[in-house]
Structure formats: C-alpha cells, structure tokens
C-alpha cells in the first residue's frame, strides 16, 4: 500500500474498527503474495488489479463492491513550463471529457467508465 489508497484503508479500517494489519509493499508483486497465502487481501485501484489479474491470468478475484472513490492527481514542476503544461492537459482533459472522449478511451482500454463515480 501506499499514497491515496492508504490513507483510505487506514482510514476504513479505523471508522469501522475493523483490526486489519495494514502492511506496506514496495517493489513486490503483491497480487503473488496473495495467490501464495502469504497475504489474505489486497487493497489496489480497480483498474490495476483487473489489468494485472487478465494479463498474468491469476487465479485471484476482484470484489465487485465499491468501496470508495478516489480522485488521482498528477504533479508538474513548479515553473512557468510547468504551469503552462498543466494547464494544456486541464483544459485537454476537460475538453475529452465533455465531448465523451475520455469516457470512450475508459471503456476502451478497461472496459469499464472511470470517469464518474458509481451511485
């Protein structure tokens, strides 16, 4: 774990008291500890899992249930270039998703919409 999804777990797991040990991995393949026994459970965003599950066809499955939604950001340096970069992939993506571009790419590449959050 790390980043976002962390912070999400470590956050469920203490409003619902739940006593998970939360341990991090860092450059394991962490969907291999889990099919060895090593581990009893990931936590991962969606899109990563069901692309590692389908590329190395793991015995392993992915619940349906949504837990939470998480908004990603990308960084860029801070200067004038950078600033100016960010604002071109703003506006980029902005435009894709109003015109249903992005959403197409989504469904394209993950077979699924991540551009809105389930209800």
């Known amino acids: 774990l790390g980043g976002n999804g962390e912070a999400t777990l ?8 739940l006593g998970l040990d939360i341990v991090t991995y860092d450059g394991v393949s962490i969907e291999e500890e889990l099919m060895i026994g090593r581990i009893d459970a990931l936590w991962q965003g969606e899109i990563k899992t069901k692309t590692v599950i389908e590329e190395n066809d793991l015995a ?10 998480e908004i990603n950001a990308y960084p860029f340096r801070k200067d004038e270039e950078g600033e100016k970069l960010a604002k071109e992939v703003t506006e980029a993506i902005k435009s894709m998703r109003e015109d249903g571009t992005l959403k197409k790419l989504s469904e394209k590449w993950f077979n699924i919409d991540t551009t809105q959050p389930e209800e």
Do not use: A, G, M, V
């Open 10 to 17: 470590r956050q469920i797991n203490e409003e619902y008291d």
């Open 60 to 69: 392993i499955r992915q619940l349906n249930e949504k837990l939470t939604y």
